[in-house]
């Protein structure tokens, strides 16, 4: 049940996200929100399954996730009447990016999904991380480098969905 949740609000957050690229004013605020919630959810949902294969790393996640929300929420702030330097909003993705790391070391170490799954996120958050860090300091967005580990969120979502947290054998 908890893979399938987990699954569910990947894919959501992950289209909410998408929307909100493609859009202005306040239905990109709503999709940001919507993202946000779920993002928000993703972590402590997981938190007591991670928790057996690493408490100090799935604490980590839960922190890093929170924090990735707190930044991500700037965004929504004209909803609201309010002047937030959008480099906030940005600032979000190095804390994806510390998120992504934890998860899947402790995804890796516990064999909760294939991983190959988990090697792919890994490898792929270098070119994001990149990316994160050209639109902080130039604002210059290379959008071809967030796309190996948007692929990667969905392949692990539709895991989760479709299988659930299958261990493998060694």
Known sequence: MTARVVGSLFIIATAAGVVSAATQGTARGLMVFLMAVCI?????????????????????????????????????????????????????AIYFCVSVVLLNVLLFRSRLVPRWISVWALI???PYLTGAVLVLLTRTQVSALFVPLAVNEMVLAVWLLIRGFTPERA
Request: glycine letters at 6%; proline letters at 5%; charged letters at 10%.
């Open 40 to 92: 928000a959810f993703i972590a402590p949902t997981l938190f007591p399954t991670l928790k057996q294969h690493g408490e100090a790393l799935a604490l980590g996640y839960v922190v890093a996730r929170t924090l990735e929300v707190v930044f991500l929420m700037t965004a929504i702030a004209p909803l609201a009447n309010i002047r937030v330097d959008e480099l906030w909003g940005h600032a979000s």
């Open 124 to 126: 792929a958050v270098v």
